[in-house]
């Protein structure tokens, strides 16, 4: 059993150091309190002060030293500047995508690669032993109804238990509400087919995940790039703007942990944005795919929560949590939607894999969903931080990014003159995946940026990854 009171407090402390950190009230290479000092100046005791700061070394935050104590790493995340956020707008422009897109995609999904370019979590950080236990108690009975078609709505009890992890996150969701998709993509794919028509023009933000836009350019549909802030989501008054200037059909957002940015709405700006589409009357895509990734305490509020018109349509799926390959996502489409997206499910793909759809609905049902998420949450922030971390140590001083509250994604801007793409070609023949910023933008922006995922252990070899991508940017910036 866990001594549920011991974690709190140790937690506790461990937040309110990082938090010290991340302000400069510690100073990097300053020397933290001894254990002993402050067991004697708190109620905490030794080994809850310990814990603690064994858990701030792990996540590279002090650094302890022989016979001395733990010190604030020399290289803190306070020094970071966040990516510079230009608030320009572009006209309504069909989606032509980069020539070098099937080449990233390819790398990224290499397995012989360093994955500092995949955008879900790595297999080893998910639960592969209990489906695989799940797996080997299938009796022959149950096998055999499962390589039937399931609902074209999806598995009845599946759908049960994404309505019950509903509860406390959004109102009176019903199992009849949900209509099951292969994975997060097929859920998006569907709610733009049932919001928008070829030659219509979406409002998406810049940069937008490169997905987004081969779905978009496949559909034949037209985008106008919002400005987008590394911390706070989309620009509210330039998408105001843009509604009152342009023929908008509908938008497609991340509010939670964008991907690439990794930015986090805050709910008055969720609030705000649900206003905006109610006045307008435009249907809003929300991908909600990372929203349990949290490194905060509480689970961020999806846009539909702020919805009283059903016009917006939340997409999700586990493949940042469970397991990216069973393909399992969901559309909560509400009442305006509803029958235009199951119609299309049914006409496109018929239904989603049963088999499948059991397994996890068999593991969310066994109660080991909560636990991994908090084991999963916390190892992703330490990756992400000790990522961070390494990129200031080696990237040049100009290098700038915002550490997300959640996700596994870094967006990092390079110095003016480093191009994004030479990165990536350069990396790949060091056999490094990553993600160049340009294929995130329809409009040629983003040239001097990188996408770098943390969603691998961090090891040794990520280190040295890091070490050798930052080589490769000081010799193209010329330094
Ligand atoms: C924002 C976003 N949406 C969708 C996807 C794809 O999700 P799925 O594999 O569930 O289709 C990803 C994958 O990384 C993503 O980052």
Known sequence: MYDTKKIFRYQHLVDEIEQKIMNGIYKPGEKLPSIRKLHKQSNLSISTIYHAYVELESMGLVEARPKSGYYVNPVVLQKLKIPQFKKISFPPKRVRLSSMVNSVIAAISNPYLLPLGSTVTDSELLPVKYFSRILKNLSHSELKSMISYSLSEGYPELRRQITLRAVGVLKGVAPEDI???????????????????????????????????????????????????????????????????????????????????????????????????????????????????HFGGQHPLPLKAFDHQGLIVTCSSFSKTLAPGLRIGWVIPGKRFKEKIQNLKAATTVSTSTLDQYLVEQYLAGGAYERHLRQLRNVLKKQVVRTALAIQKHFPPETRLAIPNGGTLLWVQLPPQVDGLKVYQNALDHRIAIIPGGVCSNSGQFKNFIQVSCGAPYTAKVENGIATLGRIISKLSGK
Do not use: W
């Open 179 to 293: 209509i099951i998709t292969n994975g997060c993509m097929e859920a998006v794919a569907l709610a733009m087919l049932a919001v928008a028509r070829p030659g219509d023009t979406i409002a998406i933000e810049t940069p937008t995940n490169f997905g987004f836009l081969q779905l978009l350019q496949e559909l034949g549909l037209l985008v106008m790039e919002v400005p987008t802030d590394p911390r706070y989501g989309v620009d509210l008054d330039e998408l105001e703007k843009i509604f009152r200037q342009n023929r908008i059909k509908a938008c497609l957002l991340v509010p939670n942990f964008h991907n690439p940015l990794g930015a986090l709405m805050p709910d008055d700006h969720k609030n705000r944005l649900a206003q905006l589409i109610n006045e307008y009357e435009i249907p809003l895509v929300e991908d909600d795919i990372s929203a349990e990734l």
